[in-house]
């Protein structure tokens, strides 16, 4: 009889892989294949391995390679496609930003400027990524950025020839989509993923989007067409250079959309960078420096886990040397759970020496105080208490997602480990 092996129930997550006789060390992103996945779901997935392997560039997540296990009963191993990535040590680029400060203008070019470089290799290569967004933005271990998540991506341009073609399929985040996919008719290929870009930069400057959709029904995006929202706070924040940059980039119309080659060419993107020459530990401290001024990395800092990891004779355990570098010890942002195994993209987390059972009344004790709603807690089979809730933002805008707790343990530290995940709206 074949032994009994245990496997995380995981639906499109990452974990981290590990090969122990090489010590090498990359991620893994599961998603599991049952009988009830469809052609549909099951060619979307051979099309972003396809699209994804061809990619090589400095500010493209590597794909290393992918194994599929079919649902067929005859492996011992959980039925999934397994896709080996390049390990951003350094988290998504979406945990640095402060919530309505941003990362600072400075810091916001040294990343953007990596932002354009790696979407004008994509597009060179004849593809559309159509998702473009902060959480997936990815910083490997000497803080080098990295786009990743091609699972929407689309080849819209032969390299040979050259000749593009339209696109037709709705399909990415609401707040970084561009207005014409609210239409029905085809749509040219870069200008989408010049407008995401124009709402990442947005992001990187100010700490939220301009709009909940680019559509009328958006208070925000109305006050954008008509020009009133200039005088508004953030908008009036954003230097004269920038701001004739952004609204290029997010010019309705994608005809007179700015081009990534006029993007280049902009002054704003010309500037001397006053960040890259300053070292890892210098660029970790200035990318995290609107965190600690609102105080959102005490948050998100693990010091009680880090403190404990010294052995019997006191001298301190060294971590793989892969991901132990300047810049990710500066960045004391600890994206994993207690095993390191799921790499989990949001911005509110944070570890309590509580354990779950004992945290949870805590939680919805502050959601009430907060007027936020919330379902009763369920258990999943790994353990994992989760808590459905929703309710309004600042803005007036409803919002919903889940508050996840989850046992964790590392070395002496005990507790539980907490995150807020809020729904991403597709079309």
């Known amino acids: 009889m074949s ?10 997550k990452v974990y981290r892989a590990v090969n122990i006789p090489e010590h090498r060390v990359a991620a893994c992103k599961v998603v599991r294949l049952t009988p009830e996945t469809t052609k549909t779901e099951r060619k979307t997935l051979d099309k972003e391995i396809k699209v994804h392997a061809a990619l090589r560039h400095r500010n493209v997540l590597e794909f290393i390679s992918a194994v599929i296990v079919e649902p ?3 492996s011992l191993y959980i039925p999934a496609v397994y896709m080996l990535l390049e390990l951003a040590a350094g988290g998504d680029l979406f945990d640095k930003i402060a919530p309505d400060v941003g990362l600072g203008e400075d810091m916001a070019h040294y990343y953007f400027c990596q932002v354009v470089a790696g979407l004008d290799y994509i597009h060179k290569e004849g593809v559309c990524h159509r998702d473009l967004k902060p959480e997936n933005i990815l910083l490997d271990a000497a803080g080098v950025l990295k786009i990743s998540d091609f699972g929407l991506s689309s080849v ?3 390299k040979q020839t050259g000749k593009t073609r339209l696109l037709s399929e709705r399909c990415g985040s609401l707040p970084y989509v561009a207005p014409e996919l609210s239409s029905p008719e085809p749509y040219e290929a870069e200008p989408i993923d010049i407008w995401g870009s124009g709402v990442i930069l947005f992001t990187l400057l100010t700490g939220s989007t301009p709009w909940d959709e680019p559509t009328k029904k958006s208070y925000e995006y109305t ?8 005088n508004d706070d953030p908008w009036n924040r954003l230097s004269r250079d920038v701001l004739d940059l952004i609204t290029g980039m997010l010019a309705p119309n994608p005809g007179r959309r700015t081009k990534i080659n006029e993007i280049f060419r902009h002054r704003w993107m010309q500037r001397p960078s006053q960040i890259a020459e300053q070292g890892l530990v210098a660029i970790a401290d200035k ?8 105080g959102d990395l005490d948050i998100a800092n693990a010091n009680m886990v880090f403190a404990s990891r010294v052995d019997a004779d006191g001298d301190q355990i060294m ?5 132990n570098t300047q810049f990710t010890q500066s960045l004391l942002l600890f994206s994993q759970t207690q095993t390191g195994r799921r790499y989990t993209p949001s911005l509110t987390r944070f570890y309590a020496s509580l354990p779950p059972a004992d945290l949870l009344p805590l939680i919805t004790e502050a ?3 907060e007027r936020v709603k919330y379902k009763n807690a369920e258990t999943t089979p790994d353990g994992v208490i989760r808590l459905r809730i929703g309710g309004f933002d600042k803005r007036k805008l409803i919002f919903k997602g889940w508050v996840e707790l989850e046992e964790f343990e590392r070395d002496d530290a005990q507790g539980a480990f907490c995150i807020m995940h809020r729904d991403q709206v597709r079309f």
């Open 3 to 12: 032994p009994q092996l245990k496997y995380p129930k995981v639906s499109g």
């Open 223 to 230: 006050r954008y067409l008509t020009g009133e929202c200039f």
């Open 367 to 369: 959601l009430e105080g």
């Open 287 to 294: 990318l995290t420096e609107s965190l600690r001024t609102t």
């Open 319 to 323: 971590l793989t040397a892969a991901n």
């Open 72 to 74: 067929d009963g005859g």
């Open 156 to 158: 819209y341009k032969l």
